[in-house]
């Protein structure tokens, strides 16, 4: 799911959504029957993404991880590399609804969450309901709205509501922010604080395709391709808010063994004592790693969380929640082989 980096050896894990020898990539395992239908279904939308997005299997996997674990995902990469089709792809295949929010300089809170409007007839004002009100909110280059913007999601993402004026609104469920940034244009950008950062379950680093994937694309665009008609290419729903829940529910029923418990507390731990590191992950950073570990699980087609499961969710899970010390760097160190380097040194057990 993470994005390798020249010069850098891989972290020890398996990649959800792109399949191993003993996982296939519907999402369970070798020998193991998918039975429950949440899971079909989810599997089928894995499939149905993949009619308009080519070569980001582990993207799409790690969209449906944050959807299960009730979690928000930050999707980086290079413009043209399908962050928003992928979100609308997914969105279309669950039958979710979704709304597209581009920030700008400009953008202010109330055009997020709502806004009070005077409404002359009745001269009363009235509540009117901003586009954070839906299922899967795509915050499109969240980084180039000012901090107020920025601050205004926080009460969305992490209490699942928006207070305006005194008064309280639930949003809808299910409910995410998939928000989505470039990592190599900083200009005119308000790089996200640490606090809203932490709010994010994961974040995923989308890579350019390969070159097969990459001839796949423009032979669907030479063949009348529209990314802005997902119907003309094939996407439909698969499966459903009832699904969703249904799998959510199964997810929560995923055991952990003490010993793997320990291992997660030992990997997050790692982070606060390493040299690169000037900010370590927090325990909210140890309870994402876990909810994303079963959650892959139970797509993985058990109801158990191995270390490999654990392993596989660190970099995404744990990646944003880190800070690298100044000296490392200017030295070139990347937060993904510091990561990968404390996964390969922390004691798995057995």
């Not at 070569?55 to 979690?71: E, M, P, R």
């Not at 980086?76 to 597209?100: M, W």
């Not at 909210?284 to 959650?295: K, M, V």
């Not at 139970?298 to 191995?306: A, E, I, M």
Request: hydrophobic content about 40%; glycine content about 6%.
């Amino acid at each position: 799911m993470n994005q390798q980096y020249p010069h850098q050896p891989a972290p020890p894990a398996y990649q959800p959504g792109q399949g191993t020898a003993s996982h296939r990539t519907d999402g369970s395992d070798e020998g193991t029957t998918t039975t429950d239908p949440s899971r079909r279904a989810l599997a089928a939308v894995r499939h149905e993404v993949a009619k308009a997005v080519v070569g980001q299997d582990a993207a799409v996997t790690g969209l449906l991880i944050a959807l299960l674990a009730k979690g928000h995902v930050l999707l980086e990469g290079v413009p043209g590399v399908a962050k928003t089709l992928l979100v609308r792809s997914v969105s279309a295949a669950l039958s979710l609804d979704t709304k597209r929010v581009q920030f700008t300089p400009d953008l202010m809170p109330g055009d997020v969450t709502g806004s009070l409007i005077f409404e002359s007839r009745t001269a009363e004002f009235t509540f009117r309901e901003g586009p954070v009100f839906t299922n899967i909110l795509l915050a499109d280059e969240i980084n180039r709205t000012p901090p107020k913007t920025q601050a205004a999601l926080l009460e969305a993402m992490e209490e699942r509501q928006v207070s305006v004026d005194g008064v309280t609104r639930p949003l809808p469920e299910p409910f995410i922010v998939a928000a989505t940034q470039n990592p190599v244009e900083y200009e005119g950008t308000y790089p996200l604080p640490e606090a809203q950062l932490d709010r994010f379950l994961l974040k995923l680093t989308l890579p350019l395709p390969e070159r097969d994937d990459e001839i796949e694309v423009i032979r669907r665009h030479s063949a009348g391709f529209d990314p802005r008609d997902l119907n003309a290419a094939g996407v439909r729903a698969v499966a459903g808010e009832r699904d969703l829940a249904a799998a959510r529910h199964a997810v929560q029923q995923v055991g952990v063994a003490p010993e793997v418990l320990s291992y997660i507390v030992d990997v997050v731990r790692a982070t606060r004592s390493a040299p690169s590191f000037q900010l370590g992950v927090s325990p909210r950073g140890a309870t994402a790693l876990l909810n994303t570990s079963r959650a892959w699980a139970w797509l993985s087609g058990r109801d158990f969380v191995t270390p490999d499961d654990v392993k596989a969710l660190a970099m995404p899970a744990l990646r944003h929640r880190v800070a690298l010390r100044p000296e490392a760097q200017m030295d070139g160190v990347s937060v993904d082989s510091v990561l990968g380097n404390i996964l390969s040194t922390v004691p798995v057990p057995r």
